[in-house]
């Protein structure tokens, strides 16, 4: 939403029928309160303030436009992943990862439920050891155009591990970073 120095103009756009559909979040700086009460009366659906932190801005872009939100940022990524489960060793390629879990690709998914140790080849010191559990499969299908493989969520993650995963996924999105390792 471009700056206005007045909410008026979200009334305007809350009576126009086929602009209703748009969401808007209002933008400010800490001593905006006003503003951005003002903004939220008269039809903004969410109000954050400046420094912009890429968590919650993902998270109040996603609640306003997703029916299953995702609680965290996640990022696209190409990296190689270890996964040790009861029936041995596979090797997959990481296309997605969060603070919470990462996306395996494979036309082969782990069932779901199945209890696996990870092994992250991020740009870190060592490569990250983790447990983890798959929470979903993606079928591979001719018919849609979706990645095939697996979600598997982190469980049992050290806090601190945890919170650099999330800032590391926030430097990667904002390049704010001069630190180019995890841990």
Known sequence: MPYY??????VKLRQDKL?????????????????????LSKGAQAAIRRPLNPTELYRT????????????????VIFKTDVIYDGGLRSYFATALSDQGLFLRTTEPLPVGTL???RLE???????????????????????????????KFSDIDKDLQRNLRKF???CLTGESEEDMLI
């Open 116 to 118: 696996v140790r990870l």
């Open 122 to 152: 991020l740009p870190a010191q060592k490569p990250l050891e983790l447990a983890g559990e798959v929470i979903y499969q993606a079928k591979h299908s001719r018919d849609e155009f979706k990645e095939p493989g697996m979600g598997v």
């Open 19 to 39: 602009l209703d559909i748009i969401q808007v979040v209002a933008v400010g700086e800490l001593a905006d309160d006003k503003l951005l009460e003002e903004a």
């Open 5 to 10: 120095e007045n909410a008026d103009c979200l």
């Open 169 to 171: 996924v926030e430097n």
């Open 61 to 76: 872009v996603h609640n306003l436009i997703e029916p299953n939100p995702r609680q965290s940022l996640r990022i696209r």
